[in-house]
């Protein structure tokens, strides 16, 4: 019996990769859609498949997020290994039908580099594309959905027409649910365990001066798979309580020897606060059942991914546990969530205007409603309120707490405590301000990262992150643009150049170390508020050739942005970066800034100087030279 005629007779794998869980969601609502259309459906991470079982479906869909220099998320890069095998003849995906879609963000050189990569080795490969790529922008005005939505809705149809159902029978309608592939279940007569105190009991420690304002002191229990038991060291606003913006200097610790290079990260999952949480039970009426043990079972025969991975080494599970600890009800809810829960409502009206939002043709409304004014979970289910989840589908309805990542501020001898710890320092602007609809919000992590105290534990994970410098690039001359906290990353190099400078010489007593000059161009506000680490450059600029230019906005009337700077520093720009073949990396908020930052760089080696012919560059001849750096790895961006 061939492969083709041992195939399920519709059968569809989504296989997807991500960094912040976006990915997945888009994965998991083409796997509702392939199920509504009776494939035999799979929904799982790139890592987990391998690429001569994709023969077994009749489509598999990649859903793959760009994060880095172009690169694929951590959790798909084993399979992509698996398909540069060079051993590979051209026939071996004969037979795989298969489409793709992208997410990316445009602010970046590398648009969506990973999709269209794995696309274009799928096809060296053998396998036939069914359908147009979909590439996602995060810039765009209604967000991912403005391009994922109309895609998803006419590969809808050309699915209807490829693969039509059998007379008889139809596909199963938006208005029917399907039903949970994992459900929460009662344990029965065990005893219900304690709620955990709304309010933090270290009210005495919380009125020394010692950490003002600092009132929780947390263990993070949970068992998250890949993470390091981190302790906080240091949780200290460097910013004026004047000022607009609360940003924080935050160190962890770990007894363990752990190597991180600048440009890593470290993952966060925050929980919810308990007080959010019992707003949460209350409107949807689970106090009864709140606090008694439960747990996450499967259902039907072919057993889905857990949605919560880990979760079965989890003691004592109640619903109140699970809301704090694993589920977001304070994130903007996703298209897929309102179709969710109308199936939760009696009311008329309510459904309707819940299945309006579902409605492709009313995207913008659905981003009106949701992204613009930052509306979560909580706040729709109490305009909603005829809406009743059961409890037992609490974990397939809401979205779970992802992990948020933040760039890694230390390098060099910052990486070691005195005691030879290993230690990670964080520059954290925490997230607070007032929407459109005068409401105020607080980003999730960075609100139950603002209260933990000294000595508080953490599961965090190290990741790798997408700067990827050489120890050769590291030396060379470099330009370094980081506005805000972006100079996070860019502070975690200097200390590591001064580090690589100081081993040398005592290598090479007497000999002058090969290093190349460093311009760090520093963007923020105000000179007295926010400009982060002030102390520091005056220092390292005795360890490393450093020369520092700010760009500070609101000091003088007429504003001065980064891009600004390098405008009045043409010529400087030019020598390290032609002359002397220097790197430069760009690190802080995506959108405008990134494309700022590009024009001022080209302009710059159209009017810094003039290559060995002696005459400029032409505009597009400076373009064309930009375009060379970003191919050989020499122009770098890490926004967020």
Known sequence: MSTQESRPSRSALILYGTETGNAQEVAEELGALTERLRFATHVSELNQAKPEALLSYTLTIFVVSTTGQGDLPANARTFWKSLLLKKLPPTFLNGVNFATFGLGDSSYPKFNWAARKLYKRLLQLGANDIYPTGEADQQHPEGLEGTFIPWMTDFRKHLMDRHPLPPGQHPIPDDVQLPPKWILQS???ADPVPAPELQAPETDAAQTDEYPGLTHLDYDLRPLPDTLTATLTENRRVTPQKHWQDVRRISFTVPESVPYVPGDMIAITPKTSP??????????GWNEQADKPIALVPTGDTVAP???????????????SLLIDYLDVKAIPRRSFFSNIAHYTQDSMHKERLLEFTNPEYLDELWDYTSRPRRSILEVLHEFDSVKIPWQHAASVLPVIRARQFSIASGGERKRTSDGK??????????????????IREGVCTKYLSTLRPGSTLRVQLQPGGLNSSVQQLTASNVLIGPGTGIAPLRSMLWEKAALVQAFREQNPGVEPPIGPTVLLYG?????ADFFFEEEWEHLSKLIPLQVLTAFSRDQQQKIYVQDTIRQNFTLFFRLLHDMKGSVYICGSSGRMPQAVREGLIEAFAQGGAPITGQPYTRAQAEEYLIGMEKNGRYKQETW
């Open 422 to 439: 290993t230690q990670f320092e964080l520059l954290i602007a925490i997230v607070k301000y007032q929407t459109v609809i005068k409401r």
């Open 524 to 528: 923020g506000r105000n000179r007295t």
């Open 275 to 284: 007080k959010d949480v019992q707003a949460f039970i209350d409107v949807m």
């Open 187 to 189: 344990k029965g007569d």
């Open 306 to 320: 857990s949605p919560i991975p880990g979760l079965e080494d989890y003691h004592n599970l109640t619903l109140r």
